[in-house]
C-alpha cells in the first residue's frame, strides 16, 4: 500500500469535513472513510486514525444507517478516543428511538469539544431535529409549546423561531405544524410514529403533574 495514498484520503476526509456543503455529502464522506479503512486494513500499516473512526462514525448516524453504524462501531479496533463513546451513545438512542436522550447525548458531544469535529457535530444535530420535526408535522395537527421544544431539544424561544422557520403557526402556547418536505431516503416508519407519540404524552403529562 502506498502511504501517500491513506495520506491523501485522510487529507480529502479532513477537507470535506470544513466544507460549507458538509450536509448534502454525508455520503462521499462516507464512502471515502470506507476506502480508507479497506485501504489500511489491506496491509499491516498502522490501522485508520480514531478520528477518522469518528467521522466515519458520525456521517452513518447522520444518515440514519443505523444498521451500518452499529457494525461499524463492533469492528472498531479501539472504541477509546476522539469522542467514540460519546458519539456511540448518540447511535444508541437513535437506535432505541430515545429523543429526549438523543438530544442528552448529542449535547454531550458538543461538550467534549473535539478540534475540527463541530461543522460534523452540528450536521448530525440538525439530521435529529429535522427528523423528529418530520414526525411532528406527519403526526401532530397541533401540540403544546413546551412540548414542541422538548421534542426538538430546543429552548422555548428557540422553538418558537424553528417554527416561524418552517412556517408553523404559533398561537399563545399552542403550535400547529405544517407538513415539511422529506427527501426520498427519509422513510416515516409506524413505529417512529408511536415512538414520538408516546414521547409527547409523556411530556404533557409531566407538565400537568407540575400545575
Given at each position: 500500500m502506498d502511504p501517500t495514498s491513506t495520506a491523501q484520503l485522510g487529507a480529502r476526509i479532513g477537507a470535506l469535513c470544513a466544507a460549507a456543503n458538509l450536509h448534502e455529502r454525508l455520503g462521499e464522506l462516507v464512502n471515502l472513510c470506507e476506502e480508507l479503512e479497506l485501504l489500511t486494513l489491506s496491509t499491516s500499516v498502522a490501522p485508520m486514525a480514531v478520528e477518522h473512526y469518528a467521522r466515519f462514525l458520525i456521517a452513518l448516524l447522520a444518515l440514519r444507517r443505523l444498521?451500518?453504524?452499529r457494525h461499524l462501531w463492533k469492528r472498531l479496533p479501539?472504541?477509546?478516543?476522539?469522542g467514540l463513546p460519546q458519539i456511540w451513545a448518540v447511535g444508541q438512542a437513535l437506535w432505541k428511538r430515545d429523543i429526549v436522550q438523543a438530544h442528552a447525548a448529542v449535547g454531550a458531544l458538543v461538550a467534549v469539544a473535539l478540534e475540527g469535529f463541530a461543522p460534523l457535530v452540528a450536521v448530525l444535530k440538525h439530521s435529529i431535529q429535522h427528523s423528529t420535526a418530520l414526525l411532528i408535522s406527519r403526526a401532530y395537527s397541533n401540540l403544546p409549546l413546551d412540548s414542541t421544544?422538548?421534542?426538538l431539544g430546543l429552548s422555548v424561544d428557540e422553538a418558537v423561531t424553528f417554527c416561524v422557520q418552517h412556517n408553523w403557526r404559533v398561537?399563545?402556547?399552542t403550535v400547529f405544524p405544517s407538513p415539511l418536505p422529506s427527501s426520498p431516503s427519509v422513510a416515516i416508519e409506524l413505529d417512529?410514529?408511536?415512538h414520538l407519540s408516546s414521547y409527547i404524552l409523556h411530556l404533557e403529562q409531566r407538565s400537568i403533574m407540575k400545575v
Open positions: 444498521d451500518e453504524a479501539v472504541k477509546n478516543g476522539a421544544a422538548q421534542a398561537e399563545q402556547n417512529q410514529l408511536q
